[in-house]
């Protein structure tokens, strides 16, 4: 299923994008994929499909920014 339509990007690009990069950084992973980077309706479904994926990723995601 397409997450987000303005870059194409479906929920499968995104559980790949989690296992086969280095980054552990949610905010990364959709930034390097294009994900919100237009109209930004997606990003609540992107991250509910990074979450999906982090259950089934071999490593544990944190968000490393400093945006406290």
Do not use: W
């Not at 552990?24 to 990074?50: F, H, M, Q, R, W």
């Amino acid at each position: 299923m397409y997450v987000c339509i303005c870059k194409g990007i479906t929920e499968k690009q995104i559980q790949e994008a989690v296992t086969s990069r280095n980054s552990n950084n949610p905010k990364e992973i959709l930034k390097a994929l294009g994900v919100g980077s237009d109209c930004g309706t997606c990003v609540e479904d992107a991250v509910k499909s990074l979450l999906d994926a982090h259950a089934h990723a071999p490593f544990e995601m944190k968000d490393t920014s400093n945006n406290t």
